[in-house]
C-alpha cells in the first residue's frame, strides 16, 4: 500500500529544507530556484519509513505566483504536511494551502513548525497557540503539531515517527480500477526518449503495457517503470511513478494529460459538479464568469453556469455545470478547484457528478433534484446511465463509473436485486424500459391483429424497427423469448402473433375465400396473376392480398413467385408430373415441361425456378436434374 504525502505551507517557510533533513533529498532541482533560493515547481523525493516501508513525497512551491504548481501536485496527495516558519506564524499561502487541501478533501496531516533554532520558547507557545486556533475547524484541528528545526535537527524523528504511525493506519489507493496517472513532467532522457512523471492515481501499470496517452490520445508502450528511482516490472496506485513511453515525442505531452488504460478515458469540456465557494471568498461568483479551472495536474479556464441562481455568495454550495476552454481527462468523483480570473485567488473547488452531461438549461427543478440524486448516491449515478444508454454491457459500466471491476458488479447485481436492472446474456436494461418495450410489441400486435385479422401475424423483420435503433438482434431475441414464455405471443417462422390468435373470417370474406380458391383451382394450369384475381373478386390488389397471404399460410394456397399463387391441388399435380418425369428420365428442359404441363412458357419457368428454390431440382445449365426429390409413389 503507498501513500503520498504532500508538503503546504507559504513561502520561505523550509518546506523543502525540512524534506530534505527527513529524505536526503534537495526537492529544488531547477536552476533558476538554487539561484532564487525558492520552489518554483513541484519536488520529488522518497522517504523511508520503519520497516522497510516508503511513502512519496510531493515537495510544493509556497509562493503565491506558482500556486497553479501547487495545485499539480496537490491532486495526489494523501496525506498534508503543513509547514509553518515559528519566526512568522499563519501568512496568506499558509492558509490558501489549506483551503486548497480542504476542497480537495484530504483527509490527515499533520504540522509541522520550522526554523525553532531562530526563536525563544515563549514565541514557540505563541505560534503554537495561533496554529491551533486556525486550525480548529479544519480537517487539521486534531493533527499533531511538531517543532522542528533543519539547521540542529530537532523534531526530524519524531516527524518522521509522526508520519510513520499515520501513514500506516491508512488505506491506500483503488489498485483495482483502471489505471490513471495525471503527468505533472515530461521530458527527454538521453538514451531512453520520452519519459513522463506522475502519481498513479488508481489501477496498476506494467512493464510492456499499453496505455492510452490522453491528451492527445495516443496508444503508447511502456518501455520501463521508475519508481524511487530504482527500475521496477509494476507499479501500483499511490507510487510515484516515472514511465518511459514509445511512440510519443515530447512536443505532443504536456503536465495535464493523463497516461491510463486503453479505451476506458476521454477528453471533455462540458463537467456536471457540485462547487462550493471558500467562505473568504472576495466576492460571490457570478453565473457566467470566467474562472481559472484546476483538476488533476491539468488548468484551463472555464465559465461556470449556475443553474439555479445568478450567483454564488462566499460560503454557498452549489450544483452546476462547467464549460471548459480546453479538453481535459476528468471523471466523476474527481476534485477541483477555481481560482478567480484576475487577481488570481483561490476561491472555491468541488466535485467532479458527471463528465458526459448534457448541456443543462437553468432554472429547471428537475435537473438539480436529478443531480442531487447522482451525487448521492453511485447506484443512481449508473442507472440514469444506463437509461440514457438504453442497453449497456458490462464493459460499458466499467467505462462509465471507473470504479474498478469487482464494486461496478456489485452495484449492478444490487441493482438486479432490487428490480430496477434487467440483466438478459450480456446485456443490462433498465427494467421499465425493457417493460416498455414488451408492452409496445403487445400493444402494436394487437392493433394490427385488430386491423389485418385475416393475416397470421406481424412482420418479425419489422417488430425491430419499433425498438430502439441499433437495438441488438439478441436483445429481441430475448424479448420475444421472454414474451413466448409468459405465454403471450406466438412465434411463427417470420411473423409473431399474440397467442391464441387465429385468423377469422366473417360470412362475406369466407364468401371471397372460396371464390378466390375456386377461381385458381379452375384456372389449372393457366393460373391467374394477382391482377387477374383482382379483376375477378372486384377486389383491390391492396385488399386481396391479406386473402391470399390467408389462404397461402392454411395451405390453400401455394405462393410460387411474388405475382403467382397456385391452388394446393394444382400445384401437387404439377409436382406429381415433375416426380413422374424424372422416374423415367434424368433430364427435364423447360419446354418439355411446359408441354407435360399442357401450359405456358412463362408459368413452367416460374414452377421451375419455384422448385429450383425449394431443392427439388437443379439447374444445370439447359436442364433441370433431379436433386432432393421424393421418389415416385405411383
Ligand atoms: N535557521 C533555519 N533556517 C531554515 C530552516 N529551514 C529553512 N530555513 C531557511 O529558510 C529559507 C527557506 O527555506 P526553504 O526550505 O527553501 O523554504 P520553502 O518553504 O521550501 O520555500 P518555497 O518552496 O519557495 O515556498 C532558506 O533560506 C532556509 O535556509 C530551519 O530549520 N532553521
Ligand atoms: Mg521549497
Redesign the pocket.
Known amino acids: 500500500m503507498s501513500i503520498i504525502v504532500g508538503t503546504a505551507?507559504?513561502?520561505?517557510?523550509?518546506?523543502?529544507?525540512?524534506i530534505k533533513a527527513l529524505t536526503g533529498v534537495d526537492t529544488?532541482r531547477l536552476q533558476e530556484e538554487k539561484k532564487r533560493?525558492?520552489?518554483i515547481d513541484l519536488g520529488f523525493a522518497p522517504l523511508q519509513l520503519s520497516a522497510g516501508r516508503v511513502v512519496g513525497v510531493v515537495?510544493v512551491?509556497?509562493?503565491e505566483r506558482f500556486i497553479h504548481n501547487m495545485l499539480a501536485g496537490a491532486g495526489g496527495v494523501d496525506l498534508v504536511l503543513l509547514?509553518v516558519d515559528a519566526t512568522e506564524g499563519i501568512m496568506p499561502q499558509t492558509r490558501e494551502h489549506l483551503s486548497i487541501l480542504e476542497l480537495l478533501q484530504v483527509k490527515k496531516g499533520l504540522v509541522a513548525i520550522?526554523?525553532?533554532?531562530?526563536v525563544e520558547e515563549e514565541w514557540l507557545e505563541l505560534v503554537e497557540e495561533e496554529v491551533k486556533e486556525e486550525l480548529q475547524h479544519s480537517f487539521l484541528a486534531k493533527a499533531p503539531i511538531i517543532r522542528?528545526?533543519?539547521?540542529t535537527g530537532q523534531g526530524i524523528e519524531e516527524l518522521k515517527n509522526a508520519i510513520d504511525r499515520l501513514t500506516d493506519e491508512m488505506t491506500g489507493k483503488d489498485t483495482t480500477s483502471p489505471l490513471r496517472i495525471p503527468i505533472d513532467r515530461v521530458f527527454v532522457k538521453d538514451g531512453f526518449g520520452l519519459v513522463i512523471t506522475g502519481t498513479l492515481l488508481t489501477g496498476q501499470v506494467r512493464h510492456g503495457d499499453n496505455v492510452a496517452v490522453i491528451p492527445p490520445g495516443i496508444e503508447s508502450r511502456v518501455r520501463g517503470i521508475q519508481v524511487h528511482g530504482a527500475q521496477v516490472e509494476l507499479a501500483q496506485a499511490g507510487q510515484r511513478v516515472a514511465l518511459n513511453l514509445s511512440g510519443l515525442e515530447k512536443e505532443q505531452l504536456e503536465r495535464g494529460a493523463v497516461v491510463a488504460s486503453p479505451g476506458i478515458f476521454n477528453t471533455t469540456s462540458l463537467l456536471d459538479v457540485r462547487l462550493k465557494l471558500l467562505p473568504d471568498a472576495p466576492h460571490a461568483l457570478k453565473h457566467a464568469a470566467p474562472v481559472h479551472f484546476y483538476l488533476g495536474t491539468a488548468r484551463t479556464v472555464g465559465r461556470v453556469v449556475l443553474l439555479n441562481s445568478d450567483q454564488l455568495k462566499p460560503g454557498e454550495e452549489a450544483y452546476c455545470q462547467f464549460r471548459l476552454e480546453k479538453k481535459i481527462v476528468a471523471q466523476r468523483g474527481d476534485k477541483f478547484i477555481i481560482r478567480s480570473y484576475s487577481p488570481m485567488f483561490t476561491v472555491g473547488g468541488g466535485v467532479v457528478l458527471d463528465e458526459n452531461p448534457a448541456r443543462h438549461k437553468r432554472y429547471r427543478p428537475q435537473i438539480i433534484s436529478h443531480l442531487q440524486k447522482i451525487d448521492k448516491s453511485e447506484a443512481d449515478f449508473l442507472l440514469y446511465k444506463l437509461r440514457e444508454h438504453k442497453w449497456l454491457e458490462f464493459a460499458g459500466f466499467q467505462h462509465l463509473s471507473k470504479m474498478g471491476a469487482q464494486s461496478t458488479l456489485e452495484l449492478l447485481e444490487k441493482l438486479q436485486e432490487e428490480g430496477l436492472v434487467v440483466k438478459r446474456r450480456e446485456l443490462y436494461f433498465p427494467r421499465e424500459k425493457w417493460q416498455q418495450w414488451k408492452d409496445l410489441i403487445l400493444q402494436v400486435l394487437k392493433e394490427f391483429h385488430a386491423e389485418h385479422p385475416l393475416l397470421p401475424g406481424y412482420d418479425k423483420a419489422r417488430l425491430k424497427s419499433l425498438l430502439p435503433q441499433g437495438f441488438p438482434n439478441k436483445a429481441m431475441e430475448e424479448l420475444l423469448g421472454e414474451l413466448y414464455r409468459e405465454k403471450q405471443i406466438e412465434v411463427l417462422e417470420d411473423v409473431v402473433r399474440l397467442a391464441g390468435f387465429k385468423p377469422e373470417l366473417g360470412r362475406l370474406q369466407t364468401e371471397v375465400v372460396k371464390s378466390i380458391l375456386s377461381f385458381c383451382q379452375q384456372k389449372g394450369f393457366r393460373p391467374p396473376s394477382v391482377k387477374e384475381v383482382s379483376a375477378f373478386t372486384g377486389l383491390s390488389e391492396e385488399k386481396l392480398v391479406p386473402y391470399l397471404i390467408y389462404l397461402h399460410h392454411k395451405g390453400d394456397l401455394i405462393k410460387v413467385s411474388e405475382d403467382l399463387y397456385l391452388a394446393s391441388d394444382v400445384y401437387d399435380e404439377a409436382f406429381k408430373i415433375l416426380v413422374r418425369h424424372f422416374s423415367q428420365s434424368e433430364k427435364l428442359t423447360l419446354a418439355q415441361y411446359r408441354d407435360l404441363l399442357e401450359s405456358s412458357r412463362r408459368f413452367a419457368q416460374s414452377l421451375l425456378e419455384h422448385f429450383d428454390g425449394e431443392g427439388y431440382t437443379r439447374r444445370t445449365g439447359d436442364v433441370r436434374v433431379a436433386w432432393k426429390l421424393p421418389v415416385n409413389q405411383e
Do not use: E, F
Open positions: 505551507g507559504h513561502v520561505d517557510h523550509g518546506k523543502t529544507m525540512l529544488d533560493g525558492i520552489s515537495d512551491p509556497g509562493h509547514v520550522t526554523k525553532c533554532d531562530l522542528t528545526s533543519a539547521v
